[in-house]
């Protein structure tokens, strides 16, 4: 069974930056893509960022897009987020997740095969 274990998070403030970084446990299975999602009691999970296994493909929620930026590190399937210029509505639990198929469906949770137990982040104005 894959495990997934993100870290990095935390209270900050607006305009403040945050990293969250994501590692899957086993790296010989064949993860091609990942993606970080952010849930609140508000919303349903809503899909931030995702990157292929070799970094060659991204996609980035819309909201996010100059404000986040998604790195990977093949041999270890590792993807770290890096938040910039955080807003309030930016607050949310981050999920990581890893996919087995080749970078299909990024923006749709459902296409994910493992998940973490997510990280807090919580912006305040």
């Known amino acids: 069974q894959v495990q997934v274990v993100e870290s990095g998070g935390g209270l900050v403030q607006a305009g403040d930056s945050v990293r969250l970084s994501c590692v899957a446990s086993?790296?010989?299975?064949?993860?091609?893509?990942m993606g970080w999602f952010r849930q609140t009691p508000q919303k349903e999970r809503e899909f931030v960022a995702a990157?292929?296994?070799?970094?060659?493909?991204?996609d980035f929620t819309d909201s996010m897009k100059g404000r986040v930026t998604i790195s990977s590190e093949d041999d270890k399937i590792t993807v770290d987020l890096q938040m910039d210029n955080l807003k309030p509505e930016d607050t949310g639990r981050y999920s990581c997740?890893?996919?087995?198929?080749?970078?299909?469906?990024?923006?749709?949770?459902?296409?994910?095969?493992?998940w973490g137990q997510g990280t807090q982040v919580t912006v305040s104005s």
């Open positions: 086993e790296r010989m299975i064949s993860v091609y893509a």
């Open positions: 997740a890893a996919q087995r198929a080749y970078y299909t469906g990024v923006r749709n949770p459902h296409s994910y095969d493992f």
């Open positions: 990157i292929s296994r070799s970094g060659g493909l991204t």
